[in-house]
């Protein structure tokens, strides 16, 4: 009855915008000189279009203390702001503080924050309530006096919920505290807050934002040290050796140029799908529970779990009808950390779906998923 899969994971990756890839295209065979070869006239062009770049980005996203540091993605954003800072603080105190995170991070926080441990500095990750959101109340229970980092995601990539970034901002700045937070769920979801005071450092994500794979941004205050991940040619003020990819950098530069410019307009059609999909299953399925907050959450976010059924079987049932998962692109297949920490058993954990709205999103593939969702729920059960 239906001819390929529904897409329902944008929240793993997105397809590039067509005015993204012909952003793209003179730099791949015509406009192709090494940024950091300022001996000629092709390389003195090729950085001036990266400048360029890095100045468009600061306009869009109305950045005005901060440095715009390209990075390889998110991953390699996470690892040089959480391993670089606090490797910096060592080296300029001699101490291993304290480092404060949320057991339901992202891995690409987790497992610097985990390296940082064996290196011997002190980890406290802090479950969040059930609705997957901390309070301030608790948060700051976790400071101690020797606090000097936190890392919380604005928006979990598995659940959606938005965390209070804002009070937490408020509190760290007060303490003294340098702030990090994954930002690679929210560009062209959420309201464009002021980026320039909501954590000191943050990460964005091009493949996120329906740009390519292979760039992302690392946003950190001017003031901001760190020691690099690795060396040899000192680009990116120092922190980020390497030739840079331009024409990724400009379908980057274009993808956050579209996603800021229709923000209001595609969350709100993110918002009625997502709402839409969820009103059809809660209304065709028993047993079929939310994670996570719904009203601090991401538009185009669905997370459930769906009760007396084998999870394997629902994922096996579903993977030639509609793209979806059941966690993270990063967790290879296992059963989702952040469920669990949320207090979903090993099996719910398994049994439950992140279902997430996209640009190519159309009605049809929502009323097709709700039919195709409940047929397979029924005949597992």
Known sequence: ?????????????????????????????????????????????????????????????????????????????????????????????????????????????????????????????????????????????????????????MANNEIGVIQPLKEISEICKSREIILHSDYAQCLGSLELDNLDSVANMLTISSHKIYGPKGVGLLLIDRDIELQPLFFGGGQEFGLRSGTLPLALIVGFTKAIEIAVFNQKKNAEKFLFYRDKLLHGLLVNNSGVEINGSMKERLPHNLNLTVLDVNGSKLHKTLKSKIICSSGSACGNGEPSH???ALGRSFKEAEASLRLSIGLMTTSEDIENSIQIITDTINLLR
């Open 1 to 153: 009855m239906f001819s390929s899969p529904i897409l329902l994971d944008y929240q793993s990756s997105t397809p590039c915008l067509e005015d993204v890839v012909n952003s793209m295209s003179p730099y791949w065979r015509e406009i192709f000189a090494n940024t950091s070869s300022k001996s000629n006239l092709a390389g003195i062009n090729a950085s001036a279009i990266l400048e360029v770049s890095r100045e468009k980005i600061q306009e869009y996203l109305c950045l005005k203390k901060k440095k715009v540091i390209f990075t390889s993605g998110a991953t390699e954003s996470n690892n040089l702001a959480l391993l670089g800072f606090a490797r910096n603080f060592y080296k300029e105190t001699k101490s291993y503080g304290h480092i404060i995170t949320l057991k339901t991070e992202h891995k690409a926080v987790l497992e610097p924050l985990d390296q940082l441990r064996k290196e011997g500095f002190h980890i406290t990750a802090i479950t969040p309530e059930k609705d997957g959101l901390i309070s301030k109340e608790k948060f700051m229970s976790f400071i101690r006096d020797d606090t000097f980092l936190v890392s919380i995601m």
């Open 338 to 340: 952040v469920l669990l």
